[in-house]
């Protein structure tokens, strides 16, 4: 069965804290990617990375930074935590080649306080 | 621009009613499109995909989408909700031309009555 697992359901932090969102796929998939989700608004891309080491931005991705040393994982980082960045993240991959279908992890609840 | 418009915010059907979301996009090419549904606090998992041939696929959980290019619309259907069928749908278009991006509707939240 395919996975994407993410590091936390449910995160509290700090304004001004760094904060770290990790992302893990079991799929040998090329794409990776990171959306936030708010009432109303859908699902909003902030970067995304088609290969090791290299990324993209999204649509929204102020106040955010990525990294991806290796294929399976994709980090997603707040520098520095603001309340508007309290939101639903969401991590995907999809592969480069067939179906292109996104497949999506749990999803973790950052609350920044 | 690319874009895709799900109309509804809110749909409230009761159970054993048939079920139809809608969705338009626009794009430029043909297009890949997904339906995807969240439940409450989980991450989204895919309903069904239209990539090309036949204009009607199927789905899981007994749903069933419709292509139609000239309405530029991919209405998701269900002969007969269920109550465990509340959720939230989403439509999304992707790869978009270009790049590996994928645009989502803003969702469709559906309740289903007893």
């Known amino acids: 069965d395919v996975k994407v697992t993410q590091s936390s359901r449910y995160l509290v932090k700090r304004t001004g804290e760094k904060v770290f969102l990790e992302c893990v796929q079991d799929m040998d998939h090329e794409n990776m990617f990171w959306y936030r989700q708010d009432p109303g608004l859908g699902l909003r891309l902030i970067y995304f990375?088609?290969?090791?080491?290299?990324?993209e931005k999204g649509d929204i991705p102020e106040g955010y930074s990525v990294s991806r040393e290796k294929k399976e994982r994709f980090s997603l980082i707040l520098e520095s935590a603001s309340t508007n960045q309290t939101s639903m993240y969401l991590c995907a991959s999809s592969s480069s080649t067939g179906s292109y279908e996104q497949y999506f992890g749990p999803g973790t609840r950052l609350t920044v306080t | 621009a690319q874009s895709v418009t799900q109309p509804d915010i809110h749909i409230t059907v009761s159970e054993g009613a048939s079920l139809e979301l809608r969705c338009n996009y626009s794009?430029?090419?043909?297009?890949?499109l997904f339906w995807y549904v969240q439940s409450p606090g989980q991450g989204l998992q895919l309903l069904l995909k239209y990539f090309s041939g036949d204009t009607l696929v199927q789905g899981i959980k007994g749903f069933e989408a419709e292509f139609k290019r000239s309405q530029s619309s991919f209405n998701l259907r269900k002969p007969s909700v269920h109550w465990s069928d509340a959720a939230e749908y989403f439509c999304?278009?992707?790869?978009?031309?270009?790049?590996?991006?994928?645009?989502f509707g803003t969702g469709t939240r559906l309740k289903v009555l007893a």
């Open positions: 794009y430029g090419a043909t297009p890949y």
């Open positions: 999304a278009v992707g790869p978009t031309s270009g790049t590996y991006k994928y645009i």
């Open positions: 990375s088609y290969d090791v080491k290299m990324k």
